[in-house]
């Protein structure tokens, strides 16, 4: 690994479930005991409001109650020391990257802790509740709905990701089901650039053929243990 400067680490719900959060889809297809159709939609939105922003409101509360993981702040140890390029990009609305110590972070299926204005598009910082009709305090409006790409909406800072996928030479899966894209297509970007691929993960994800390497188990155990190899 004497070669590696630059670092990619996608992260998913795996690495989060660790510490009390539900995966975005479980066994039984439901989130939170919600189909994700119901809760993550526009057409939701649209549809029951109230029901979409009491879902958020509930999840924005979960997480006062639980803490970041060992996995968490290995990152995080990683990217204080780590002297080349490093963004962790991850598919959780959780800020538990962040309360771990972690920077380099980029949110690409947006934020629990952020509300958007559908009016004028801009996103402030949000910790309690958010009644439909919550106002704006920037342009006034009354259209605040939860800072979340929603199914059919595109990612944050795609182009970002793209830059950082084409120059990593290192590209690192953390609890990631390979199935949702366009995160799932990232491992094939990096290798298309010429980046190893390694994958840590719970059990192999859809896409574990395009890794050069995985390793299974725990985030909490895999990734303290990858973090301590980069950082010799």
Not at 62 to 73: D, Q, S, T
Not at 125 to 144: F, R
Request: with cysteine; charged share 25%; glycine share 12%.
């Amino acid at each position: 690994m004497e070669d590696i400067r630059n670092i990619l680490v996608l992260t998913g719900a795996g690495i989060s479930a660790e510490s009390g959060l539900a995966t975005f889809r479980g066994p039984d297809s439901l989130w939170e005991g919600h189909h994700v159709e119901d809760v993550c939609t526009p057409e939701a939105l649209r549809r029951d409001p109230e029901l979409v922003h009491r879902f958020y409101d509930e999840r924005r509360a979960k997480l006062h109650r639980v803490k970041p993981n060992a996995a968490h702040e290995a990152l995080a140890c990683l990217d204080a020391e780590w002297p080349g390029e490093l963004l962790i990009v991850t598919q959780n609305v959780d800020d538990l990257h962040e309360r771990a110590g972690a920077k380099r972070v980029l949110h690409m299926h947006g934020e629990l802790l952020s509300a958007l204005c559908a009016g004028c598009g801009k996103a402030v910082g949000w910790t309690g509740a958010m009644p439909p009709g919550s106002e704006c305090g920037g342009c006034g409006a009354l259209k605040l709905r939860p800072d979340i790409v929603f199914f059919g909406e595109m990612p944050y800072e795609m182009e970002r990701i793209d830059r950082a996928l084409g120059k990593c030479d290192l590209f690192v899966s953390v609890g990631t089901s390979g199935a949702v894209y366009p995160a799932a297509g990232f491992v094939q970007t990096a290798r298309y650039h010429g980046a190893r691929t390694l994958e840590l993960n719970l059990d192999p994800s859809v896409g574990s053929i395009y890794f050069d390497e995985t390793r299974l188990g725990k985030a909490g155990e895999l990734v303290p243990a990858w973090v301590a190899e980069m950082l010799g």
